[in-house]
């Protein structure tokens, strides 16, 4: 694995849609129980279904620390491939390589990971596996990567046509725990040049009380170039009502990189979803890591959902809206499978199903 | 990775000889200091510098525990791929799967290692990393094995011209910390399965006082079918004269499964290697690891290279018959390069190159 010193844009190198043909799907094994309740049986349990629903379209690749190396093995069905990966927890979209690829050759982009915030407001400490997972995946897939020392970023907190048009929140690439020291122009041109974008929407916000810092993919995803996706509410007493009214009127007036404007798809959010005490109570206390309280409001989304070769793969929360969601989901993927999993236990150690995969574009190569 | 309950030989599928093409090369990264002196610093060296000299040849894999991840990647060239694996030790000939095929497929045969010789004359406890370790290498490459939990042995123990023609000790395989429980019939068997090979050679011993009860592949190697480079010595009062003696007297009898004679090349062993003072005190002293004691005599051999597409890589003793085993392989492999890496390292630890390198065949679907 080669270490460049150049960038995606001046090498000819793009971020494909998620919508466009993938090689396969990576995940992380979840284990830490400071994180997942019941030393991460049941989300062990989730992300196999997960797993599972992705294999069915696409070969998915599972990354685990030694320690639940036997276990995962055994858990997991035989054609999904288990490989062996220090981490310090299980969210590949936020901590694994971003792929970019000139249509013959696939290659990482490695941003710096620090836990969503790092020493201001980060999720756990220490996040030097994490940090080391997305250079891992690039040398196994015999893949050169872009190395960004100072630049945190993570997969979930962007979106992109494929087509140079991205979107992110304010809330998360300006937040003070990724990089301070720079500005949004500043910040606009390192992702011009890592992505290769030439339009960058910016929306306030994020869903709300998303420990994320509010990134977009819990928001909002493109179902192609020029069509988008955004989770809806219309609980006017909601706080999640004025971001989703903001978040519309902004996409309403943009153009994308094409200058074409948005057809905007609403995908209503599911009803608040909170933690339980005997949910809560399965989950280790430690100093440094978020606690997981009785009565904290989950960031319940079903655009938090993955899109594989012939497939989606969306949340269920056993809510009147899950039957609802997926005729949106069915209506905006005319040639896709849409496939439900039930996600609670994804969701209650903070994320969900677009947020524990990323995709790895294919190329003529393979 | 599918785990297959049939035989290669049922499946048509064969171990092909080290000569013939490679799709790359399999190593493992040492770190134990109760093996390797001073930390496993000098012998980490040695192992960049064969894994250097083949990735010449062709791609290099090196496994590394997570511990000594971040080390082991600083000190390999880039084009070397570094992926995380657990293990107890550094031999991957011995722990990795024994690759077969069919020509268009490639199949591990994962059998169980014990190291060398279990509870009763083992080199190490535990071993359950290294047992590991076949399955690690088939899972990654996306290739089935066959998985024999009942049945030890290690890769270095068993030397094919893959035409049907099997070389093996009956030191070792015959030996009470291996397959007590089954006969020289018993074990014929299983190896014409799995290897499917229809010519058993057995030879008595391997080099002397090699601890891995006398692996073939210290003492010979196939330069090609029916050619045979044979570790010797002139030195009568050297138990070795009449080990390599009795070798000889067989292999000049025996005929492969073809019915052709051997071509025998004799290859001269260096003088004999013993342990320094200074050596033997940099490796720590653990109950339950063979001891490395000052004055040991060490099972130095040339037999023990690695030929790799296009090139030959064998271990250099600073002897004055380096120079010689140069000119013999160079004769025997008209086609490629030879080139030598000074291994005194790696035979501190107990083996030499062919040992920590494990061939992938190469076949037409990659």
Known sequence: MKTLQSTPRRDGFRMPGEFEPHRGCWMIWPQRPDNWRFGAKPAQEAFTEVAKAISRFEPVTMCVDRQQYDNARQMLPENIRVVEMSNNDAWMRDCGPTFVTNGKEIRGVDWSFNAWGGLVDGLYFPWDEDDRVAGKVCDLERADRYRLRDFVLEGGS?????????????????????????????????????????????????????????????????????????????????????????????????????????????????????????????????????????????????????????????????????????????????????????????????????????????????
């Open 158 to 366: 962007i979106h992109v046509d494929g087509q140079g048009t991205l979107i992110v929140t304010e809330e998360c690439l300006l937040s003070p725990g990724r990089n301070p020291q720079l500005n949004r122009e500043q910040i606009e041109s390192v992702l011009r040049e890592y992505l290769n974008v030439d339009r960058i929407i910016w929306l306030p916000k994020g869903i709300y009380q998303d420990e994320t810092n509010g990134h977009v993919d819990n928001l909002l995803q493109f179902a192609g170039p020029g069509h988008v996706l955004l989770a809806w509410t219309q609980d006017r007493a909601d706080p999640q009502y004025e971001i989703c009214q903001e978040a519309l009127s902004i996409l309403e007036k943009e153009r994308d990189a094409k200058g074409r404007p948005f057809t905007i798809t609403k995908l209503l959010l599911p009803a608040n979803v909170r933690i339980t005490k005997e949910e809560s109570r399965g989950v280790d206390r430690v100093e440094g890591t978020l606690p997981r309280q009785a009565g904290d409001r989950l960031a319940a989304s079903y655009a938090n959902f993955y899109i594989a070769n012939g497939g989606v793969v969306f949340p269920l929360f056993n809510d009147p809206n899950d039957e609802k969601a997926k005729e949106v989901l069915e209506k905006a993927f005319p040639g896709r499978e849409v496939v439900g999993v039930y996600a609670r236990e994804i969701l209650l150690g903070g994320g969900n199903i677009h947020c524990i995969t990323q995709q790895q574009p294919l190329v003529s190569q393979g």
